[in-house]
Each structure stands twice: as structure tokens, then as C-alpha cells.
């Protein structure tokens, strides 16, 4: 039996490897957004501005000066860079579902419980899996820099942890929402040191480009991720999903994509600023209720630190602004802690009290499934649920569900690694 289960994990993994092999070249054929990161990278080597146009496929460079550095030695080999970091994105998959399976599944948890559990965190994660792998994004990376990062400064490997942080956070600040986190659970030393290797990436592009214009490549990045720009404060169009782009739509005159109306309120355009400000600040305040009190003590239950985890990551796509499909990917640690709670519960003969859950998960999880794309659903429809932020009101769904799912509940369940 232990031999039929070891050549079932061996073709499971070849079989990976080979799924990464040909979606890594493919998508490097097709191309995706990180011919744009290169393209900043031989920008900055010919001493261009990276953040004005010209830009490869009319996108924007939202992404940090430093970054643009490191891609400088690849710049001019375009297609093999790109399979390097598809298959990149692969490994740090690999390593995001062995870093949940530690801490989340205890070592006596039945195979079968084990089995369930990935296929529907992977099933719920696939699309946006698929997503970031043929746009050739950062999200994946960035994901698994929080986890690994956090991992290693529980671990009290606090150099190493913070290096990989604040690498993370400057090449795309969305991780930056993780640093409240530590700062309440008494990470001082760590956080000391994210800040500080922070600042030195912001400033070390000087010793190759000159003061003067890393001076001015740091102050145009500032000018169009500022999320003070109007075009930041109400997202109207399709295509982008979070609080920004959420509250505008159903509590103000707002013209989209397409001619359905939205809003059932008219307010004016500064009284749903404060609103989305009030909106932002509820849920961080909300997220006392994971960490409990007192502050600065650091959770002993690797399932309580998933829990509330898995919440700061959901923040990231709710409260940061141009957030598009893709960053949904911070979802996943959410998606996996309600995957294994509620399988448990069932295999456990403890799922009735949370039935009344499935009712509001299974459609909202609908979104999140790969179902939930306009090859299946077709265009109009897709348009039509992007129109209406649908994705954006499946994730606010999520939470209070999460916060009835506390691990303190799985009496039904054996003790966690910690």
C-alpha cells in the first residue's frame, strides 16, 4: 500500500513538471506582462524614462525602478526569460502548497481528507493560476514571498525573512499590508529590518544610474501609484476589482463599460471617498478580531496563523486600488483554510452547524472556480459580472464566513502542527 501511494506521488509530480514544461513554453510564446517589465529594464539601460511611453502593448509600468535593474542582464533575451520565470511560477506554486500543507494538516490527518483538500484548494485556485501563468504576472511570486518570508522569521531566521519581504513589497507595494501584521504580533526586529533594506533598494539603483535620476525615476513611480490620483479614488470601468472599484458603482452616478445601471444610492463623489476611506479602515479594524488581544504575542496554533493570515492576504486585493483579476490569487490562502475546515468537518460528522456557510460560499466560489471565464460562461456574461464587481462581492463574502470558521472550532479535528 505504501509502495502503490509513493508511485501515485511520483507520476503526480512528473506529471506537474511536464504540465509546467509546456505551459512555460507556450506562454512564453504567446508573451504576457513581463515583456513590459523587460522592456522597463532596456529602457533604463539607454536612459529613458520607464514610467512614460512608449510601452510594449500600451501598458503602463507600475512596478519599481529597482526591479527594472535586476532585469537589465535579461532584457535583450526575451523569450527564455520568460519560460525561466514561468517555470519559476511553477516552483513557487510547489512551494505554497507544501508551506500550507505543514501548517494547516496535521501529520495523523487520513489521506483522503489530505487528497479532497488539495483537489479544492487547487480547483478554486485554478483560475487564477491559469490567469497569472499566461499574463506572465508577478502575483504568484509575490504570494509566495509573503508566506516564505513569514515562514522564515517564525522560524527566527529574521535576515533572510525580511530580505525576501521587502524585495516583494518594492517591486509591487501589495505586500506592504502584511507589515501591520507583524508590528501586532511583535516582529519588531524583523520589521526594523524590512524598513530599512526597503529604503536601501529604493536608493541602491543610484550607484548605476546616478542620484539625479533615480531621484526622478522614484518621484515619477510615486506620481502613478499614488493612491491620492483621482483615477485611483473611482475605478469604473471593467477589468478592475477592490473596494475602490466596488462602493462607487452601486452608491453613485458612474458611467462603466456598459449601459446597466449599477447604483441604488446618489451620493456625492467626496461623500463615497470617506465612505471607501471608513470602508478601509472597518476592515483593518476587523482584522482585531483574528489577531485578539493582547498584541504582540505571537500565535502558538499554526491553523490560528493561517486564519489570520489568510485574512491579510484578502486584504491586499480589497483595500489596495487598480487591483485586476489576477491579484485575486491572494485569495487562495482564504480559500484553502474553508476547503480543508469545512471537508473535516464533513468527514467528521460535525458539518451541520455550518451548512448555512455552503449556502453563501458555493455561489460566491463560483468566481473563483475555473468555470468563471468568458470561454465558459461567454463574453456578455463575463462583461456582465466584471460590470457589477461580482468577483470583488464573492471575496467581501468570504470574510464573514471566515470569521464563523474559526480554528478554535475544530474540536472535530486532531491538534495541528505548530
Request: hydrophobic share 50%.
Amino acid at each position: 500500500m505504501e509502495m502503490v501511494r509513493q508511485n501515485k506521488q511520483i507520476i503526480a509530480r512528473l506529471g506537474f513538471v511536464a504540465w509546467a514544461l509546456v505551459a512555460s513554453y507556450a506562454t512564453a510564446l504567446n508573451g504576457g506582462d513581463f515583456d513590459v517589465f523587460l522592456e522597463a529594464g532596456r529602457k533604463l539601460a539607454a536612459g529613458q524614462n520607464i514610467y512614460e511611453p512608449p510601452f510594449v502593448r500600451d501598458l503602463q509600468y507600475y512596478y519599481s525602478v529597482f526591479f527594472a535593474l535586476l532585469l537589465i542582464p535579461f532584457s535583450n533575451h526575451v523569450f527564455w526569460t520568460e519560460v525561466l520565470w514561468a517555470l519559476l511560477s511553477f516552483g513557487f506554486l510547489y512551494r505554497i502548497y507544501h508551506l500550507f500543507e505543514d501548517l494547516l494538516i496535521s501529520t495523523e490527518c487520513p489521506d483522503n481528507i489530505r487528497r479532497w483538500w488539495f483537489y479544492g484548494s487547487f480547483f478554486f485556485s485554478l483560475q487564477f493560476i491559469l490567469y497569472n501563468i499566461w499574463l506572465l504576472q508577478v502575483t504568484i511570486f509575490l504570494l509566495w514571498a509573503v508566506m516564505e518570508s513569514l515562514h522564515l522569521i517564525r522560524k527566527k531566521k529574521d535576515l533572510l525573512g525580511a530580505g525576501l519581504l521587502a524585495l516583494a513589497i518594492n517591486i509591487k507595494v501589495m505586500p506592504i499590508l502584511i507589515l501591520p501584521y507583524l508590528f501586532y504580533r511583535g516582529h519588531f526586529k524583523a520589521l526594523s529590518m524590512i524598513t530599512g533594506l526597503f529604503v536601501l533598494m529604493l536608493y541602491l539603483p543610484a550607484l548605476f544610474i546616478g542620484q539625479e535620476t533615480n531621484q526622478f525615476l522614484l518621484s515619477e513611480w510615486w506620481r502613478i501609484i499614488n493612491p491620492g490620483n483621482k483615477e485611483h479614488l473611482f475605478e469604473t470601468g471593467i477589468g478592475t476589482h477592490s473596494l475602490v472599484a466596488l462602493l462607487p458603482v452601486y452608491l453613485t452616478d458612474t458611467v462603466g463599460d456598459m449601459d446597466f445601471k449599477r447604483n441604488f444610492l446618489h451620493l456625492e463623489g467626496k461623500t463615497v471617498e470617506v465612505i471607501i476611506l471608513i470602508s478601509r479602515l472597518l476592515l483593518l479594524a476587523l482584522s482585531l478580531v483574528y489577531l485578539k488581544w493582547p498584541p504582540f504575542k505571537k500565535p502558538q496554533d499554526s491553523r490560528h496563523y493561517v486564519w489570520e493570515l489568510s485574512y491579510f492576504c484578502m486584504l491586499i486585493p480589497l483595500l489596495l486600488p487598480h487591483q485586476q483579476k489576477y491579484a485575486f490569487l491572494f485569495a487562495l490562502p482564504a480559500l484553502s483554510y474553508l476547503v480543508y475546515f469545512l471537508i473535516h468537518a464533513k468527514q467528521a460528522g460535525a458539518l451541520r452547524p455550518y451548512r448555512f456557510c455552503l449556502v453563501f460560499l458555493l455561489p460566491a466560489m463560483f468566481f473563483f472556480s475555473p468555470f468563471y471565464g468568458s470561454d465558459v460562461i461567454g463574453q456578455f456574461l463575463f462583461r456582465l459580472t466584471q460590470h457589477y464587481r461580482c468577483l470583488t462581492i464573492a471575496c467581501m463574502l468570504m470574510i464573514p464566513i471566515m470569521m464563523y470558521c474559526r480554528p478554535d472550532k475544530m474540536v472535530f479535528t486532531t491538534q495541528s502542527r505548530h
